[in-house]
C-alpha cells in the first residue's frame, strides 16, 4: 500500500510539470546535494570516456569536421535526473576536461559553449517531464540543428577559416548520421534510467 502510494505521488510530481524559470532555479539549488555532486561526476567521467573512446573523427580538408561521439547520453541523462543547470555545467566540464585529456589541435571555446546550451536545452525538455518519442525527438532535433549544425558551423567558420556553405554542408552530414542514432540511444536511456529503484529515490527528494 505504502509503494502504491509513493509510486503515485512521484508520478503526480513528475506530471505536474515545472515552468522553465523554476526548472533552472530548482536544478541550480540541486549542486548543493552531495549526492547530485556525486551522480553528476560520475556522469561527467562517462561523458569524458565517450569523448575518448567512444567517438570517430573523420577529416576535412586536414581538420577533424566530422566528429561522430556519444557524449550526449550522460548529459541527457543528468538534464532528465536534475535539470538544465547541472546538465550544462557537465557539457561545458567534458568539453574543457576532455580537451586538456586529448588536445586535438587549438582549444575553442565556442564547442564549450555549445555544450552548455545541449545541457540547458535537453533540461528543459526532460526534466521533471516523462519524455517520450515525440519530445525526444523534437528535442534532439533542435540540438541538431540550432546548437550543432548552425553554431558548431558558425565556430568553423570563425575559427578554423571555412567559408559557411562548406561548413554547413559537411556539418549536415554528420547530423544526418547522428541524428536518428542519438534520438533512439536517448529515448532508449531514459526509458531504462526512469525504471531504476535509485532514480525514482532521487526524484523524491
Do not use: H
Not at 535537453?122 to 540543428?145: D, H
Not at 531514459?190 to 529503484?197: C, M
Amino acid at each position: 500500500m505504502n509503494n502504491q502510494k509513493s509510486k503515485v505521488s512521484l508520478q503526480k510530481g513528475i506530471t505536474s510539470s515545472l515552468s522553465l524559470k523554476e526548472k533552472f532555479t530548482r536544478s541550480a539549488a540541486s549542486l548543493s546535494r552531495p549526492l547530485t555532486l556525486a551522480v553528476c561526476a560520475m556522469l561527467l567521467s562517462l561523458c569524458l570516456i565517450l569523448s575518448y573512446f567512444g567517438n570517430v573523427s573523420i577529416t576535412f580538408l586536414g581538420t577533424n569536421v566530422i566528429k561522430l561521439s556519444f557524449t550526449a547520453l550522460p548529459i541527457a541523462v543528468a538534464a532528465m535526473l536534475y535539470g538544465p543547470v547541472p546538465a550544462g555545467v557537465i557539457g561545458a566540464l567534458s568539453d574543457i576536461i576532455g580537451f586538456m585529456l586529448a588536445p586535438m589541435g587549438a582549444y575553442i571555446p565556442g564547442f564549450t559553449i555549445s555544450m552548455l546550451l545541449v545541457g540547458f536545452i535537453y533540461g528543459a525538455a526532460f526534466y521533471n517531464e516523462k519524455p517520450g518519442i515525440p519530445r525526444v525527438a523534437l528535442t534532439q532535433l533542435i540540438v541538431s540543428i540550432a546548437i550543432n549544425e548552425m553554431l558548431g558551423s558558425l565556430w568553423f567558420v570563425l575559427f578554423y577559416g571555412f567559408t559557411p556553405s562548406t561548413a554547413l554542408s559537411v556539418r549536415g552530414i554528420k547530423e544526418l548520421i547522428m541524428y536518428p542514432i542519438l534520438t533512439a540511444l536517448i529515448f532508449g536511456m531514459i526509458q531504462v534510467t526512469e525504471r531504476l529503484p535509485e532514480v525514482r529515490r532521487i526524484r523524491r527528494e
